[in-house]
């Protein structure tokens, strides 16, 4: 079976592809590194020991996706492809509207014409809004605070409107947490660009050196210790997750919402204490104000996967910071740096 995968070569994509092919499927991947570097998938072929095609193209070119998609022969596609950072798509929101939402149309509109109505999409909790109840179960409602999620926001709502026109697509809406961690190889990783946003790469970069210290972004939340938490999810949790998407849709036509997070809440000091014991290097910190749009505290309620998928999370917040220390320890710079 083949699996047509935009975005396929970036942090999640990357870690999707080895899982795929490990479970005996084709790929073929669909990027225009925009934000990520070919070598990511050459890493891909050396963990798994298969081949995948590659192509380079923008998901907003119809003409090329279609074409691509086509000479692909896939029966299904993963879409990863988007732009992420909250606080570019808050500078310069026609951009992320460009990217997210007419990238997603012209995919829509090629798989139409060429009758292929299998998608697993790749959301996020940020389509929950400020918390009514927690965990937030799927049927929370949705709001967005930002472009970004506005972006997301707008996606789902295209493709509820599609299934609700045409009941034979079959469209996984995959909510994803925090997605943190790396391949156990240490091959692929996130490699975010400039300084990270993310908490995660923040720490990684701190305890190799790189940065002086952590800004915790506000310790004065109505949290255990005062800072912000979240439902941190291992990316090769996250990976297998989308694995068991695409099996369950060769099995059911719908269009379903489903939560891909752990279902534990831990707070940044947490996640900081935890990988200067997985690192054994100190990670000094400095409390800042809180960084504006950020919640106080959310995680997932993830039986919907457990239910549908018979998928639910395996590694725990060692493995997290086991794997991302393995990663960036081997490749300091990113893979512009070489291994
Ligand atoms: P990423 O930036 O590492 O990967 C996105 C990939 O898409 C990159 O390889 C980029 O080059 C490619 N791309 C971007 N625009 C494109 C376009 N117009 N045409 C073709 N390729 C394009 O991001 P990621 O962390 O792997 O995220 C993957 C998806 O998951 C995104 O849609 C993101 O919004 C979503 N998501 C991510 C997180 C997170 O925290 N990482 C959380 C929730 C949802
Ligand atoms: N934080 C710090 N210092 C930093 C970075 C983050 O204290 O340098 C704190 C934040 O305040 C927050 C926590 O660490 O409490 C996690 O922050 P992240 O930036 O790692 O992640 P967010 O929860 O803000 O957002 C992430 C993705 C979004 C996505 C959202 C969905 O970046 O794209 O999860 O849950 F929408």
Request: proline fraction near 5%; include cysteine.
């Amino acid at each position: 079976m083949m699996i047509f995968v935009t975005g396929g070569a970036g942090y999640i994509g990357s870690h999707t592809c080895v899982e795929l092919l490990n479970a005996g499927m084709d790929v073929t991947v669909f990027d225009n590194f925009s934000n990520s570097q070919a070598e990511a998938l050459e890493r891909v072929k050396s963990i798994t020991g298969k081949q995948l095609r590659s192509v380079e193209g923008d998901i907003r070119d119809g003409v090329a996706l279609k074409k691509a998609l086509a000479d692909s022969g896939a029966t299904s596609v993963i879409h990863f492809a988007g732009l992420k950072a909250v606080g570019e798509s808050e500078v310069d929101p026609l951009r992320y509207y460009d990217n997210n939402v007419v990238g997603t149309m012209r995919l829509l509109e090629s798989m139409r014409e060429l009758n292929i109505k299998q998608l697993v999409f790749s959301s996020s909790a940020t389509v929950y809004g400020v918390p009514q109840f927690l965990p937030y179960t799927e049927k929370h409602p949705l709001s967005a605070t930002n472009t970004y999620g506005q972006t997301k926001l707008a996606v789902e709502n295209m493709l509820r409107d599609v299934y609700r026109s045409d009941a034979s697509w079959r469209l996984a809406i995959l909510r994803y947490f925090n997605p943190v961690g790396a391949h156990p190889t240490g091959l692929i990783g996130e490699d975010p660009q400039g300084v990270p946003n993310n908490l995660m790469p923040y720490v990684a970069q701190v305890a190799v050196g790189r940065r002086e210290f952590l800004n915790v972004w506000g310790n004065d939340y109505p949290t255990p210790d005062g800072t912000g938490v979240r439902d941190y999810i291992h990316v090769v949790d996250l990976a297998a997750g989308h694995v068991k998407a695409v099996q369950f849709l060769e099995r059911n036509a719908g269009c379903n919402a489903i939560n891909l997070g752990a279902g534990v809440g831990h707070s940044v000091l947490d996640l900081v204490h935890a990988f200067e014991s997985a690192s054994g290097k100190p990670v000094p910190v400095k409390v800042g104000p809180r960084r504006s749009g950020d919640l106080d505290a959310y995680w997932a309620d993830p039986s919907l996967a457990r239910d549908l998928l018979g998928w639910s999370a395996e590694r725990g917040m060692e493995a997290m910071c086991l794997d991302t220390w393995k990663w960036q320890q081997s490749n300091p710079n990113g893979y512009k740096g070489g291994i």
